[in-house]
């Protein structure tokens, strides 16, 4: 039986983006970076808050006590 021919297919290189498209994903990106860390902000700051009966347990118990109350 004869072998069969394959043809070599010629693949088209990928298109490479232009420093403009490249600086342009870059500053989109960034900005979507900010915008996140803009709202993420205000919940740590409230985690990292006590409120007055947790620094009232702290002072009466001790540091070491109060994580049970």
């Known amino acids: 039986l004869p072998k069969p021919i394959l043809k070599k297919t010629v693949s088209r290189p990928a298109s490479r983006a232009t420093d403009e498209e490249i600086q342009g994903s870059k500053d989109a990106l960034m900005q979507d970076l900010e ?10 700051r409230n985690i990292q808050k006590m409120s ?16 049970s109350v």
């Open 52 to 67: 007055y009966e947790e620094r009232m347990a702290r002072r009466l118990l001790g540091a070491d006590n109060a994580a």
């Open 35 to 44: 915008k996140k860390l803009k709202s993420k902000a205000p919940q740590q």
